[in-house]
């Protein structure tokens, strides 16, 4: 039985605006049928504030704080809340929805990504789990993603260690998914707006048993290579494929620079909600 074989993107760290940028481009370039399903591994340079999709940032996001720290906002094509996006590994999955790989609903896409990520992680030997809440959490009402974890997402120890949005545009279905190596979560909250120091202070200190850098739990370093490598074999085995790397023509970055100066950089969007 022939195996399918899909695209491997594997990049170091790029601007937040061209990240943004090519994953929309992966999903309108497998729209077209130009290329098969992409996995994609990238990292941020200078780091990143990722707000999602449908996110309100005024009164939310402090936009001076996020410069002031060297950092740059970008919102995502994807859902969920804002994401800071420094020392870390970052993935993209695009992916028809008509694909008989492909549940009909997000959360049951979701927990199959998952599963992905977590047989990744087995081949590093780290233990990990699915989230799933007892019931339904009403949150804190903050805009920080790793502060609660919604269904299926990773977690060890209790802790939140892999963050993933996911979106369908067209047909298409785009998961982003943040993990970090470490986590500064003292500069994390220094990006967001609080009613006053009290509340930020409390959450800050609850926050420390909620979420973690994946690196600072298991105590030793891994070669991002080699986690890349753990991840894909992850997918592989899970959605039974071969990957093949992708290239990325002049041509296609040319598409991608012209859609980072004409969406992802421009200010009507990134503050649109």
């Given at each position: ?7 491997l ?8 605006a ?7 481009k ?5 729209r077209?049928?130009q ?9 941020w ?15 939310k ?8 720290h ?8 994807t859902?969920?809340?804002a ?6 590994l970052?993935?993209s ?25 977590l047989?990744g ?26 502060e ?9 120890q ?5 963050g993933?949005a ?11 998914g943040?993990?970090?190596l470490?986590m ?10 609080f ?10 200190r609850?926050?420390?048993?909620k ?7 298991i ?13 894909q074999?992850?997918?592989?085995q ?17 598409e ?5 100066e ?12």
């Open positions: 039985m022939r195996v399918e074989r899909w695209l993107l594997d990049q170091e760290k790029l601007e937040p061209i990240n943004m940028a090519i994953d929309e992966l999903t309108d370039w497998h077209a049928g290329i098969p399903p992409v996995l994609r591994f990238y990292g340079a200078p780091g990143g504030l990722s707000v999602g999709y449908f996110q309100r940032t005024q009164g996001i402090d936009y001076e704080a996020v410069q002031k060297g950092f740059e906002m970008v919102r995502r094509p859902g969920g809340q994401v800071l996006h420094d020392g870390e970052t993935y999955f695009v992916i028809s929805e008509e694909h008989e790989a492909i549940p009909k609903t997000i959360k049951a896409a979701h927990k199959l990504i998952s599963e992905a990520l047989v992680l087995a081949k590093l030997d780290i233990e990990a789990s699915f989230a799933i809440p007892e019931a339904k959490q009403t949150g804190s009402g903050t805009a920080i993603c790793f609660e974890p919604s269904w299926y997402e990773i977690t060890m209790d802790r939140k260690i892999i993933s996911q979106g369908r545009h067209q047909g298409i279905l785009l998961q982003h943040s993990i970090p470490h500064n979560a003292t500069e994390l909250f220094d990006l967001f707006v009613e006053n120091a009290r509340v930020k202070e409390r959450m800050l609850a926050f420390g048993g979420a973690s850098g994946i690196l600072d739990l105590g030793r370093e891994i070669p991002l290579d080699e986690m890349k490598k753990a991840f074999d992850g997918f592989a899970v959605f039974d494929v071969a990957f093949e790397e992708l290239t990325l023509s002049d041509a296609q970055w040319d991608i620079h012209a859609l980072a004409n969406k992802f950089r421009q200010e009507s969007y990134l503050f649109s909600r």
